[in-house]
């Protein structure tokens, strides 16, 4: 079977669509920090939705990464001339798939240098640089929201005459590059899994450019723009057996396309350095406010997701789909939802609640996607402190209840001690993972797990969230996971 690639576009099956705009005049506008299988679903999609109205030839995505394993996306899609195929996997077993062409190659620090990554950052037609490098690759501390000057990676890029070699420096010296040769600040867009992501972006930037040189970080602040955005698709990792499938769609070989589910969300602020696609014309929302979109996304389905992986692990499941179609996983997410998450949203006009949280159930349940409750578990201390401990703090000051969210709490501490219910080893995957290790394995503290103010603030202090963390994390290490959530499902506050 031939590969894809731009000289075998042609023989692909006819049911596939594919670009039938020149791909020679589209340019790079788009720089794009972290090509990884959500980007491609995602923000790569909506300028080729854009290339197939005919509009924005100008702003084509050219990828760039920093980390050695970058290396493989570089060389699937220097193969592949940038072109990758995207199925959207619908819960009736249908698909659609597309290939997409707005990505028109990819660079990383390894295999072609720093000189050249600067090269692309400044030139005048790179006008926007995205980032989707994961929840932890900003470098700030979980407690202060500080960025991390002292970090090994930052600690050298800032050494006297270094080269840089870390997004931070990277975007740093391209704008000093730029700022010397008058050329116009390009937008830096956050579109990762953080609430206030353009702010965080903005402050990382900032603290590192300060560190640098104080005139070029006022210069940045007054010129560079970091817009916020929410955006939302599932998009599970590529497996062997998606390869195949897509490949019987196609009729070509490839080596790494994208799966996602069909839903799509995009809410994007629009505050823009030097100009920006015409999003409107798709289906992104821009917004003056992205806040109360973050916080219904973060707080209702991202801490959906850890209140759904660890109880489905210790359970046994290993497929997110098959986990909240156990009604006592659903029925916790549906009470966390509704009785804890939802009231701390701020208002959201057009937006029923209630209805995205029955969708967001559908979605998690959608048996085509098979998101592993693996890769949920994974680096919650990243993800816990953003978008679940929120929600228990504001319902701790407004005096209300956290019984659901205080069990999601303890299910990650018992998960985390690297052994299931049926004895067997939990590979917990964690930045911190020996930390939370340590922290979670049985010893005359109860609230050993949850003291770590750096993850968990002061709520090792606040008996409103203790006294039902205590009760759900015994509960949890006697009976079980099964026996906690019939509880849960019976009683609306077992704290009473």
């Not at 972290?34 to 854009?50: N, Y």
């Not at 823009?272 to 996304?297: A, H, N, W």
């Not at 930045?431 to 979670?440: D, F, G, I, S, Y």
């Not at 949890?476 to 077992?494: I, V, Y």
């Amino acid at each position: 079977m031939s590969h894809l690639s731009s000289e075998t576009l042609g023989s692909i099956d006819a049911a596939v669509a594919v670009p039938e705009y020149d791909r020679s005049q589209v340019t790079g506008g788009i720089a794009h920090f972290g090509i990884g299988g959500f980007h491609r679903a995602h923000q790569a999609l909506v300028i080729d939705e854009l290339l197939r109205q005919g509009q924005a030839q100008e702003w084509g995505i050219i990828g760039l990464g920093v980390r050695a394993e970058d290396s493989r996306m570089r060389d699937a899609l220097q193969k592949q001339n940038g072109l990758y195929t995207l199925v959207e996997k619908h819960a009736d077993g249908t698909r659609d798939a597309r290939v997409i062409g707005s990505i028109l190659g990819m660079l990383t620090v390894h295999d072609d240098g720093v000189d050249a990554i600067l090269d692309l950052l400044t030139a005048p037609t790179t006008r926007i640089v995205s980032l989707t490098v994961t929840e932890g690759g900003y470098n700030i501390n979980q407690s202060t929201g500080e960025f991390l000057l002292d970090t090994p990676a930052v600690a050298a890029d800032l050494e006297p005459g270094a080269r840089p070699s870390t997004v931070f420096g990277l975007i740093t010296e391209a704008l000093r590059l730029r700022r010397e040769a008058g050329t116009a600040s390009f937008t830096v867009m956050s579109c990762d899994n953080l609430q206030d992501n353009g702010r965080i972006a903005k402050r990382a930037i900032l603290t590192y450019a300060r560190a640098k040189d104080a005139e070029l970080a006022a210069w940045i602040e007054q010129h560079t723009r970091f817009p916020n955005s929410m955006v939302d698709r599932i998009t599970p990792v590529t497996t062997d057996e998606d390869r195949a499938e897509t490949a019987a769609l196609t009729g070509l070989d490839e080596d790494w396309p994208v799966v996602c589910e069909p839903f799509f969300q995009w809410v994007l602020e629009d505050s823009f350095s030097d100009g920006r696609p015409p999003y409107e014309l798709t289906r992104v929302q821009l917004v003056d406010d992205v806040e109360p979109y973050e916080l219904m996304k973060l707080r209702l389905l991202n801490a959906s997701h850890q209140g759904l992986c660890y109880f489905g692990h210790l359970l046994g499941y290993r497929l997110a789909d098959e986990a909240t179609s156990d009604p006592l996983i659903a029925d916790l997410l549906r009470r966390y939802m509704a009785e804890e998450a939802a009231l701390t949203l701020r208002p959201l006009p057009g937006i029923d609640v209630a209805a995205y949280c029955d969708e967001l159930i559908s979605r998690f349940r959608n048996p085509e996607i098979r998101d592993t409750v693996a890769r949920l578990c994974a680096e919650s201390s990243d993800r816990i402190p953003k978008w679940l401990v929120p929600v228990i703090r504001e319902r701790l000051d407004a005096g209300g209840t956290v019984t659901r969210s205080a069990a999601i709490v303890a299910s990650w501490a018992r998960y985390a001690t690297g052994i299931d219910e049926q004895g067997q080893p939990i590979e917990v995957v964690d930045n911190l993972r020996e930390q939370v290790m340590a922290a979670a394995a049985p010893s005359d503290d109860p609230l050993a797990f949850v003291r770590d103010e750096k993850l968990f603030g002061d709520l090792a202090e606040r008996p409103a969230f203790t006294e039902p963390y205590l009760h759900a994390l015994d509960v949890l290490r006697t009976q079980g996971a099964k026996t906690l959530l019939t509880q849960l499902a019976g009683s609306s506050d077992l704290a009473e």
